[in-house]
């Protein structure tokens, strides 16, 4: 028996106790429970990069030592299970806390701030509308609509929502935004690390114990006998137990010849994708205030996230969030530097990057999903972790890991 308490495969001997496909932050927590109970895990992720979409990219060149975020831009204390593994890693004093600049909108070519966009009677009626109504059943326009009133949803909440999951926001689940959860009183309300939250992704797949292998694209998996092979464009793995951490389209792709009926559940989940352009300027070319971003109202992009929070001496960086579909990238170099009020030449090859994330389509409804889903994985060595479960924060994939190490651990006995 190994430390899994596996048995040995008929005879082949495993590449490993679990095999984790995908190392974003659902992936990485996920190998980080795995590791720490003394499993022999490997991750396989594609790109040659960790982290998915923690991507703070990092310049070289001129601009070498200035980074902005392509993705995921902020950690809060309330991220109890994330903060238990950076305390695992000793990493709690890498976190830096975000400066305390605030968001405004941009709307009709100008930077608006949000309390003139309020209508503040309508909003006055907001805590008795709150009375007795229950998020859950309800889509964001039905349950914040109904509490801040139409003219303020569709004025301010509604852009303000989209720009947070970054995808039109009417009809995702109320229940799946901003769940509750306790604070820590010793930890920055809203933080990151140095270099980004790239870093988190960084110190897990650093930790020792574990084995990432990058730059492998997994093709297929079959199952048979109890076992797993993993087949990748450079070879097969064999694993007692497989948790596949990748976006839910891929999930169900991978998933479809040997567990169709899971795949046709993942299906029914949707996927939004995110077209992001990332600029650095120097701030002596700009006359923009210090924010933590702009929410684009009537706009091709969702939010504009600004490098503000971390303040450089030289530079400033700008992530803008488009809906997808909408801009060329001739389109998208017109609306940034309409934007940011630059002259087009300003952006270059150097100071400009670009990057696609997928994020899930999440409806009412999809509590009774995701239970369908646990009901087929129930008793199996295979698991699902990702942000197309309770919610997509970050915090979201963590807790979904720990619940999966958790029953795989009680199946390997
Ligand atoms: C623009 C943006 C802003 C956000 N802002 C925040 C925020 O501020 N705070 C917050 O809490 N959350 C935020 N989120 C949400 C959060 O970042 C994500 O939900 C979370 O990081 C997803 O992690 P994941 O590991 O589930 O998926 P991903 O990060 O997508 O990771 C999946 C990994 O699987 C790999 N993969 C895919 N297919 C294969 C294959 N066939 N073989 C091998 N590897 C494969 C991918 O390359 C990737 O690395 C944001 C998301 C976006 C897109």
């Avoid at 109904?146 to 003219?151: A, D, E, K, S």
Wanted: charge should be neutral; charged fraction near 20%; proline fraction near 5%.
């Amino acid at each position: 028996m190994n430390p899994a308490g596996f048995d040995e495969l008929g005879g082949i001997m495993a590449d490993s106790d679990l095999l984790i496909i995908g190392a974003g932050i659902s992936g990485l927590s996920m190998a980080h429970y795995a590791a720490a109970a003394g499993w022999n895990v490997l991750v396989l992720e594609q790109e040659h990069r960790v982290g998915g979409c923690l991507h703070s990219h990092r310049f070289t060149g001129a601009l070498d030592g200035f980074w902005l975020e392509l993705g995921a831009h902020s950690a809060f204390s309330s991220y109890g299970n994330l903060l238990e593994i950076l305390e695992s890693h000793h990493a709690l004093s890498r976190l830096q806390p975000r400066a305390k600049v605030g968001f405004r909108l941009f709307t009709n070519g100008a930077v608006r701030r949000i309390p003139s966009q309020l209508a503040y009677s309508e909003l006055l009626r907001a805590p008795f509308r709150l009375l007795g109504l229950i998020k859950t059943g309800r889509n964001i326009a039905e349950y914040y609509g109904h509490i801040v009133g139409p003219r303020n949803y569709a004025a301010v909440f509604e852009p303000a929502f989209s720009a947070v999951i970054c995808q039109p926001a009417d009809q995702f689940p109320a229940d799946s935004l901003f769940n509750p959860r306790p604070r820590r009183r010793d930890i920055p309300r809203s933080f990151t690390l140095h270099g980004g939250l790239q870093s988190l992704a960084d110190i897990l797949a650093g930790s020792s114990g574990l084995r990432v292998e990058s730059g492998q694209i997994v093709q297929n998996i079959q199952h048979s006998d109890g076992k797993f092979i993993v087949r990748t464009s450079s070879g097969d793995h064999t694993t007692h137990a497989l948790c596949l951490a990748t976006p839910v389209a891929v999930a169900t792709r991978l998933l479809a010849s040997e567990f169709p009926e899971l795949a046709s559940h993942l299906a029914e989940v949707g996927t939004a994708t995110v077209e992001t352009v990332g600029v650095a300027i120097p701030k002596s070319q700009l006359n923009l205030p210090l924010l933590a971003g702009l929410i684009g109202r009537n706009e091709p992009f969702f939010s504009v996230v600004f490098r503000d929070v971390m303040p450089d001496p030289a530079y400033r960086g700008f992530s803008f969030h488009f809906r997808p579909g909408m801009l060329d990238e001739a389109g998208k170099r017109d609306c940034i530097t309409r934007v940011l009020g630059l002259p087009n030449d300003l952006l270059t090859l150097a100071n400009t990057v670009r990057k696609n994330n997928q994020l899930p389509v999440l409806r009412v409804g999809h509590g009774e999903r995701t239970q369908a889903i646990d009901r087929l994985l129930a008793k199996s060595r295979l698991a699902l972790t990702g942000n197309y479960f309770a919610g997509i924060a970050i915090e979201d994939c963590v807790t979904r890991s720990q619940q999966e190490f958790l029953r795989l651990q009680q199946e390997a006995g």
